[in-house]
């Protein structure tokens, strides 16, 4: 069963950063295009970040560019995500998503498997 789960969210202070992690059971990251979205109650889940299976090609959302940092460690088979200068409009569940298909891969349907989210809240 191809599984997906995301780690490392929580509560931050403005201006801090954190890193959010994903990990996959029942196949291999390392063979899949794979990306973080966000989504908030009431919005639609927003593209954050994608990076290709040879961790070369990689996109940002206009929200977070210059403040996010995508990775992928080949050993462990985990994804990561580096969030700095949060503010609160970065406070969202924030998923992880995997898909075979190549490409800039920046929308929701360009992937087949999810992660069940983990909260980001932005607050002092």
């Known amino acids: 069963q191809v599984q997906l789960v995301e780690s490392g969210g929580g509560l931050a202070q403005p201006g801090g950063s954190l890193t959010l992690s994903c990990s996959s059971s029942g196949f291999t990251l390392n063979y899949y295009n794979v990306g973080w979205f966000r989504q908030t109650i009431g919005k639609e889940r927003e593209f954050v970040s994608s990076i290709s299976r040879s961790g070369i090609i990689i996109h940002y959302g206009d929200a977070v560019k210059g403040r996010a940092a995508i990775s992928r460690d080949e050993q462990t088979h985990t994804l990561f995500l580096e969030m700095r200068k949060l503010t609160p409009d970065d406070t969202a569940v924030y998923y992880c998503?995997?898909?075979?298909?190549?490409?800039?891969?920046?929308?929701?349907?360009?992937?087949?498997?999810w992660g069940q989210g983990t909260q980001v809240t932005v607050s002092s």
């Open positions: 998503a995997a898909t075979p298909d190549y490409g800039a891969n920046t929308e929701v349907g360009d992937y087949p498997y």
